[in-house]
């Protein structure tokens, strides 16, 4: 089948800048797939190359099997993009600019789609509002439906849930939910790693313009995310052997860092020669913020 | 086509949805300018034979403000979309750079023509007014408002802000409509000044439509639509690389 999306060796430069260093990436039709990595990463560059917004400076791009410059009619046709700026036309409401918004896509009649959305969007009420008044929660709900008006195949999503309050986010994430059991393939970005754990099937985590990390966010977590242990010792004295180990501590707890379940043997063991009790203990489960700060602070 | 003609209509809707700015008030200005002017100048002034000082003046008015604001139209959509952003709700759809150029200069043309027929039918209660030449009329009107369009999308693709976009209104179109004989016929002018004159494009626009009216002018109609036509031809071939190559939109 056709990857919904495919970066070949894609570098990007901005002068001296070097924001995109050759990254290659698929995502496959009918994935939920996250992008992840730190402010400057690369991300937004890379989804308006995809975009045609911006131009590649080597390499290139395919959505649905369209190359996005020599084919960007089609590839444009089967590609939604919801802009990281919070951006509306000061001029018209929200029912004007999903009609345009249709209309450059060529449909012309899309009424029934547009009540659709709104409706889904929790916008039903604000359809002949000028966008200008609109809070900034709206706005990103006008801007998620104007990437919606041509019912492409596959959506990008660049932090769609930023400044959206929490209910509105989960109503936000239950309808792109759907959009996916539907067959449209998602890809986002987003600053809340939590929701790219739950949501999304697989991640890529990009750095200094590289893809570091691409795999499924299962493996991911199981492959670098360190086991964190909290304990509780009497006397509250850790032992110099474990010191090395220390990550932190709090509230009278040592949170200790290890590689995985089995170097907890060694702990104790460590712990019962040294004469030191364990009054409590906790495991914490590893998170993709866990493996987000591991790689991110890894030298590449 | 569809997308052609969406874009044509929002960027109607734009002006029309704001029209005390965009129709009303340049109206406005330009019927102070003949009030005043024709009051000053009627009796000291005689440029063709039969014709009155203040009939002179209003082809001209209404083709200043004919160019003025299809070159507003174009510029001011196009800069603020840059500035605002919302430039990608046209970046993003499958419309081609032909299309996107098509409807921006469309819309410059109709607002043009709209301003331009409200001058010239409020005009006429300053002074009667015939049309000898209507095709011709046509033609030149047509011809200045595609040209300023187009001139007002390169100007806003090139500019990077406001403050530069008002440098080139204020420093370029301004003096060359001014100095384009609207309010004077170029042979009264002292002969370094009409030679210059017939290096501005302006001139043959107002000279040519002016004909339209009276059936008289500086240079003859024919050469004034050539060089008018020629300028508005490598205009849209500049305007349409420019947008094609995706100057200063797709970085
Ligand atoms: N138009 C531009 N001109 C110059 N530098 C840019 C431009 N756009 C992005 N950059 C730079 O490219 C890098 C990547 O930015 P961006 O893609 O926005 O990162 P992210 O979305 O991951 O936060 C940053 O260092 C940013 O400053
Ligand atoms: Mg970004």
């Given at each position: 089948?056709?990857?919904?999306?495919?970066?070949?060796?894609?570098?990007?430069?901005?002068?001296?800048?070097?924001?995109?260093?050759?990254?290659?990436?698929?995502?496959?039709?009918?994935?939920?797939?996250?992008?992840?990595?730190?402010?400057?990463?690369?991300?937004?560059?890379?989804?308006?190359?995809?975009?045609?917004?911006?131009?590649?400076?080597?390499?290139?791009?395919?959505?649905?099997?369209?190359?996005?410059?020599?084919?960007?009619?089609?590839?444009?046709?089967?590609?939604?993009?919801?802009?990281?700026?919070?951006?509306?036309?000061?001029?018209?409401?929200?029912?004007?600019?999903?009609?345009?918004?249709?209309?450059?896509?060529?449909?012309?009649?899309?009424?029934?789609?547009?009540?659709?959305?709104?409706?889904?969007?929790?916008?039903?009420?604000?359809?002949?509002?000028?966008?200008?008044?609109?809070?900034?929660?709206?706005?990103?709900?006008?801007?998620?439906?104007?990437?919606?008006?041509?019912?492409?195949?596959?959506?990008?999503?660049?932090?769609?849930?930023?400044?959206?309050?929490?209910?509105?986010?989960?109503?936000?994430?239950?309808?792109?939910?759907?959009?996916?059991?539907?067959?449209?393939?998602?890809?986002?970005?987003?600053?809340?790693?939590?929701?790219?754990?739950?949501?999304?099937?697989?991640?890529?985590?990009?750095?200094?313009?590289?893809?570091?990390?691409?795999?499924?966010?299962?493996?991911?977590?199981?492959?670098?995310?360190?086991?964190?242990?909290?304990?509780?010792?009497?006397?509250?004295?850790?032992?110099?052997?474990?010191?090395?180990?220390?990550?932190?501590?709090?509230?009278?707890?040592?949170?200790?860092?290890?590689?995985?379940?089995?170097?907890?043997?060694?702990?104790?063991?460590?712990?019962?020669?040294?004469?030191?009790?364990?009054?409590?203990?906790?495991?914490?489960?590893?998170?993709?913020?866990?493996?987000?700060?591991?790689?991110?602070?890894?030298?590449? | 086509?569809?997308?052609?003609?969406?874009?044509?209509?929002?960027?109607?809707?734009?002006?029309?949805?704001?029209?005390?700015?965009?129709?009303l008030s340049p109206l406005v200005t330009t019927l102070l300018y003949l009030l005043i002017f024709s009051h000053v100048l009627a009796a000291h002034v005689q440029v063709y034979p039969g014709v009155g000082y203040t009939s002179f003046l209003i082809p001209g008015l209404v083709m200043m403000a004919m160019l003025q604001n299809?070159?507003?139209?174009?510029?001011?959509?196009?800069?603020?979309?840059?500035?605002?952003?919302?430039?990608?709700?046209?970046?993003?759809?499958?419309?081609?750079?032909?299309?996107?150029?098509?409807?921006?200069?469309?819309?410059?043309?109709?607002?043009g023509?709209?301003v331009g027929i409200g001058v010239g039918l409020a005009g006429l209660w300053f002074a009667p007014m015939a049309?000898?030449?209507?095709?011709?009329?046509?033609?030149?009107a047509?011809?200045g408002?595609?040209?300023?369009?187009?001139?007002?999308?390169?100007?806003?693709?090139?500019?990077?802000?406001?403050?530069?976009?008002?440098?080139?209104?204020n420093?370029?179109i301004m003096p060359l409509t001014f100095l384009s004989g609207v309010f004077y016929s170029i042979h009264s002018l002292p002969?370094?000044w009409q030679?210059?004159s017939?290096?501005n494009?302006f001139f043959?626009m107002i000279d040519g439509f002016r004909y339209g009216f009276f059936?008289m002018s500086d240079?003859?109609?024919?050469?004034?639509?050539?060089?008018?036509?020629?300028?508005?031809?490598?205009?849209?071939?500049?305007?349409?690389?420019?947008?094609?190559?995706?100057?200063?939109?797709?970085?």
């Amino acid at each position: 089948m056709t990857p919904a999306l495919e970066i070949h060796e894609v570098h990007k430069r901005f002068g001296r800048l070097h924001a995109l260093r050759g990254v290659n990436l698929a995502v496959e039709q009918g994935e939920f797939f996250a992008l992840l990595g730190p402010n400057g990463a690369g991300k937004t560059t890379l989804i308006n190359i995809l975009a045609g917004l911006s131009r590649a400076t080597q390499g290139r791009c395919e959505v649905m099997g369209h190359d996005v410059v020599a084919d960007y009619r089609n590839a444009r046709r089967s590609l939604g993009v919801v802009p990281q700026e919070l951006v509306y036309d000061a001029f018209f409401t929200v029912r004007e600019m999903l009609r345009f918004q249709s209309g450059y896509f060529g449909i012309r009649r899309n009424d029934a789609w547009i009540d659709e959305l709104l409706h889904h969007l929790a916008l039903t009420d604000k359809a002949d509002t000028p966008t200008r008044t609109l809070s900034g929660g709206m706005k990103r709900r006008v801007l998620v439906a104007q990437a919606l008006v041509h019912k492409p195949p596959v959506i990008v999503l660049d932090e769609p849930t930023a400044g959206v309050d929490v209910e509105l986010r989960q109503n936000l994430w239950e309808f792109i939910r759907r959009l996916n059991r539907d067959g449209h393939t998602i890809v986002l970005t987003t600053h809340y790693l939590d929701e790219a754990e739950t949501l999304c099937r697989r991640v890529a985590m990009l750095k200094q313009g590289q893809v570091v990390a691409l795999d499924t966010t299962r493996n991911l977590l199981s492959a670098h995310a360190a086991t964190q242990v909290r304990l509780q010792l009497d006397p509250h004295r850790l032992p110099d052997a474990l010191r090395p180990l220390l990550a932190g501590e709090a509230a009278g707890f040592f949170n200790l860092v290890l590689d995985d379940y089995a170097a907890l043997e060694g702990v104790l063991t460590t712990l019962r020669e040294a004469n030191v009790a364990v009054t409590e203990l906790e495991v914490a489960k590893p998170d993709l913020e866990t493996v987000f700060l591991q790689l991110m602070g890894k030298t590449t | 086509m569809t997308g052609l003609w969406t874009l044509f209509y929002k960027e109607l809707l734009r002006f029309w949805k704001v029209s005390l700015q965009t129709v009303l008030s340049p109206l406005v200005t330009t019927l102070l300018y003949l009030l005043i002017f024709s009051h000053v100048l009627a009796a000291h002034v005689q440029v063709y034979p039969g014709v009155g000082y203040t009939s002179f003046l209003i082809p001209g008015l209404v083709m200043m403000a004919m160019l003025q604001n299809a070159y507003a139209n174009s510029s001011s959509s196009l800069i603020q979309s840059k500035m605002a952003g919302n430039i990608v709700f046209l970046l993003l759809p499958p419309l081609a750079y032909w299309e996107f150029f098509a409807a921006y200069v469309a819309a410059a043309v109709v607002r043009g023509l709209v301003v331009g027929i409200g001058v010239g039918l409020a005009g006429l209660w300053f002074a009667p007014m015939a049309v000898v030449h209507p095709l011709w009329l046509v033609l030149f009107a047509l011809a200045g408002c595609a040209m300023l369009g187009m001139l007002g999308i390169i100007t806003a693709l090139w500019a990077a802000s406001y403050d530069q976009m008002a440098a080139v209104q204020n420093f370029l179109i301004m003096p060359l409509t001014f100095l384009s004989g609207v309010f004077y016929s170029i042979h009264s002018l002292p002969p370094f000044w009409q030679a210059l004159s017939r290096y501005n494009p302006f001139f043959y626009m107002i000279d040519g439509f002016r004909y339209g009216f009276f059936g008289m002018s500086d240079v003859s109609p024919a050469l004034g639509l050539s060089i008018v036509g020629g300028c508005c031809l490598a205009l849209s071939l500049t305007t349409l690389a420019l947008l094609k190559s995706g100057y200063k939109l797709r970085n």
